[in-house]
């Protein structure tokens, strides 16, 4: 938004970790005031996953997503402390999220950069771990590892002592 040719807020929606993660570079910011606007987002509002070029369709298969975020944060927006539009702002926010531009915007945003069939395979792969087979009652062969490395490790010690 440019008011009396001055750039008053700051819609961050761009994604930069640096060169890491350059793959959610998917949107620019709209206007750029004196602040820069970084926003980590890897998890987009209608659960779709920002996979990078790294993730290939043969490791998805050997690898396990998590079931909790790690964060989650949304686009943020800098204003100007007691700037006189700023319930005009909120109301367009309001509006904006409550018609759903905002999942449009990230439809959209996938189906041109990103790759649906790796979309469906992480997918399958969120689906199939969710089994909950309960709580498993552990038997001596749960502890083997631990006590063959206590015996070793006391041998060693004798030893050495």
């Not at 970790?17 to 998917?26: A, F, I, M, P």
């Not at 069939?117 to 792969?125: D, F, I």
């Not at 001596?140 to 006391?154: E, Q, R, T, V, Y």
Request: glycine share 6%; charged share 15%; net charge negative.
């Amino acid at each position: 938004m440019v008011i009396n040719q001055k750039a008053d807020i700051c819609i961050g929606a761009m994604y930069s970790w640096s060169e890491v993660y350059t793959y959610l570079d998917l949107s620019m910011y709209l206007v750029r005031s004196g602040i820069t606007c970084l926003v980590p987002a890897p998890l987009r509002q209608a659960s779709h996953f920002a996979i990078g070029n790294y993730l290939v369709p043969q490791a998805i298969d050997q690898l396990v997503i998590m079931q909790d975020d790690i964060y989650f944060q949304y686009t943020v927006a800098f204003v100007p402390r007691l700037w006189p539009l700023l319930e005009q702002f909120n109301t367009l926010i309001y509006n904006w999220h409550s018609s759903g531009l905002d999942k449009y915007w990230e439809y959209r945003i996938i189906a041109d950069n990103l790759n649906l069939k790796t979309q469906q395979q992480v997918e399958e792969t969120m689906s199939g771990r969710k089994e909950d087979i309960g709580p498993v009652m552990l038997g001596m062969s749960n502890f083997a590892g631990f006590l063959i490395l206590w015996i070793l490790g006391s041998a060693v010690a004798i030893s050495v002592f």
